[in-house]
């Protein structure tokens, strides 16, 4: 597994240990106990945008990335070059459910290198706004922000290329699993 963080986090105290109610005291709400809402992907799509791209980097795959199947994939085209040669990149963005807290990104993989950038931007604007974590892929890549943001939308920006086993530049994302702050 690798694990990626952009800044390295401050040490957390130990939460304290929860303590029952006491005895005759009314309990804490349903939503209080269940915790924060995990993040969920309502749905997803792969960015090749104009003018160097053509919008086409297999847009039939793209639920497979975060079907809950990792035999699963989205995919983009082989590349020459893991730099493309022609264009600053490729992406695939996923809007959630509703704006969450998200954490972190755990992208299952085939490939390995290359580099992604995560951003909680716009799938219309790709490369705008801060990047929250960036580094090569591997097989469980797991891409840790300094401090959680509430987010519409992460998008996940390929300016570098992987490769597969028979070494062809491209990217492979069995699936993309968003996850929210521990609960504390």
Known sequence: MIDVV???AEPEAEAPAEEAPAEGAEGGSAEAEAGPVPPQIASAQQLDPP???????????????HDGDPSTF???????????GMKPGVGYAVTLAQPTAV????????????????RATDPSTPTEGPVLASGPLGPETVLTFPEPVEA????????????DS?????????EVVLNGPAAG
């Open 74 to 84: 989205w995919y983009t085209r082989w590349y020459a070059s893991p730099d493309y």
């Open 6 to 8: 952009e800044t390295p």
């Open 103 to 118: 954490a972190s990104v755990t992208l299952q993989t085939s490939v390995n290198g290359g580099v992604v950038e995560v």
């Open 152 to 163: 519409a939308h992460i998008v996940l920006w390929f300016p570098q290329l992987p490769q």
């Open 166 to 174: 028979d070494g062809r530049n491209r990217v492979v994302l069995n």
């Open 51 to 65: 003018p160097t791209g053509d919008n086409n980097e297999h847009p039939e795959a793209v639920p497979l990335a």
